[in-house]
């Protein structure tokens, strides 16, 4: 039977530690290197409904994309997110692995799914992570979409129900367009000076967006979720392409972060 050890060699292979930004915390996080492991439960984030569904599929390894343990834990206490996973993870015999900006910066990675979701063509980088421990990505729709209709294939692709946007203008087409899974709207002067219309990625803060529009620069929220989740499923079944033996599940998953009309009906 496969070791957990295997798995992450496995992982190694095609989003290699090497390509995380110095801050982040990817790989094992919890659990024995050695331990057999038929099955793995892949997600974005280790939450209490991942951890349910990973024992009721009686796996070994919860793969997730963000790192449930980033700083130093000087405390494992219950009552505390930290603390509640490691105890529960430790209870119930699982380990746990994240891959995170490794997979965010490697080919194929979180980054260029995201832009394949939108059907983009010519797909280059802006900056790479050996320049800015980040990978932005620029790519060509085959035909320049009216804000209306770049809003539409934006919602196809990522599952949203609306969109926010800050320097969309009616009156002007969009062609070539910038991507960054997660939190990049930080690089939006990168991809205006690289020639793109717009950048679509998340965690916006309020002064880029009247920046952005200054400039004439489209700014297109697709939530950390949503421009995250589709490329740690693509994740999984690299994997279970490179180990036919592991079992591999993915976790049913929901933003933590609701769209609610004025009446409080979720969108």
Same mark, same amino acid.
């Given at each position: 039977?496969?070791?957990?050890? &295997?798995?992450?060699?496995?992982?190694?292979? @095609?989003?290699?530690?090497?390509?995380? =930004?110095?801050? &982040?915390?990817?790989?094992? $996080?919890?659990?024995?290197?050695?331990?057999?492991?038929?099955?793995?439960?892949?997600?974005?984030?280790?939450? #209490?409904?991942?951890?349910?569904?990973?024992?009721?599929?009686?796996?070994?390894?919860?793969?997730?994309?963000?790192?449930?343990?980033?700083?130093?834990?000087?405390?494992?206490?219950?009552?505390?997110?930290?603390? #509640?996973?490691?105890?529960?993870?430790?209870?119930?015999?699982?380990?746990?692995?994240?891959?995170?900006?490794?997979?965010?910066?490697?080919?194929?990675?979180?980054?260029?799914?995201?832009?394949?979701?939108?059907?983009?063509?010519?797909?280059?980088?802006?900056?790479?992570?050996?320049? +800015?421990?980040?990978?932005?990505?620029?790519?060509?729709?085959?035909?320049?979409?009216?804000?209306? &209709? $770049?809003?539409?294939?934006?919602?196809?692709?990522?599952?949203?129900?609306?969109?926010?946007? =800050?320097?969309?203008?009616?009156?002007?087409?969009?062609?070539?367009?910038?991507?960054?899974?997660?939190?990049?709207?930080? @690089?939006?002067?990168?991809?205006?000076?690289?020639?793109? &219309?717009?950048?679509?990625?998340?965690?916006?803060?309020?002064?880029?967006?009247?920046?952005?529009?200054?400039? +004439?620069?489209?700014?297109?929220?697709?939530?950390?979720?949503?421009?995250?989740?589709?490329?740690?499923?693509?994740?999984?079944?690299?994997?279970?392409?490179?180990?036919? +033996?592991?079992?591999?599940? @993915?976790?049913?998953?929901?933003?933590?972060?609701? @769209?609610?009309?004025?009446?409080?009906?979720?969108?």
């Amino acid at each position: 039977m496969l070791k957990i050890a &295997d798995i992450c060699h496995a992982l190694e292979e @095609f989003a290699p530690k090497s390509l995380a =930004a110095p801050w &982040d915390n990817p790989g094992l $996080l919890l659990g024995d290197a050695g331990a057999e492991c038929a099955s793995v439960m892949v997600a974005l984030d280790l939450t #209490d409904s991942v951890l349910r569904q990973a024992e009721q599929a009686g796996c070994g390894l919860i793969i997730t994309h963000h790192p449930f343990i980033f700083a130093a834990q000087k405390q494992v206490l219950a009552g505390r997110y930290e603390g #509640d996973m490691i105890l529960a993870l430790a209870q119930k015999k699982m380990a746990a692995v994240a891959c995170h900006t490794n997979w965010d910066n490697a080919l194929g990675g979180i980054n260029y799914t995201l832009a394949e979701a939108l059907g983009l063509q010519n797909i280059t980088p802006i900056c790479t992570p050996q320049e +800015d421990e980040i990978l932005l990505l620029c790519g060509e729709f085959p035909s320049a979409l009216s804000a209306a &209709d $770049l809003t539409k294939t934006v919602c196809a692709a990522l599952g949203l129900p609306v969109l926010r946007a =800050a320097g969309l203008d009616d009156n002007k087409t969009y062609r070539k367009l910038a991507v960054c899974g997660g939190a990049g709207m930080d @690089f939006w002067p990168k991809a205006a000076a690289a020639g793109c &219309d717009a950048l679509l990625s998340a965690d916006p803060k309020h002064h880029e967006g009247f920046q952005a529009a200054h400039a +004439d620069f489209a700014l297109l929220d697709g939530t950390h979720f949503a421009t995250e989740v589709i490329g740690i499923r693509r994740l999984g079944r690299i994997l279970q392409q490179k180990l036919p +033996d592991l079992t591999v599940h @993915f976790a049913d998953e929901q933003d933590a972060w609701q @769209f609610r009309d004025k009446e409080g009906r979720k969108y």
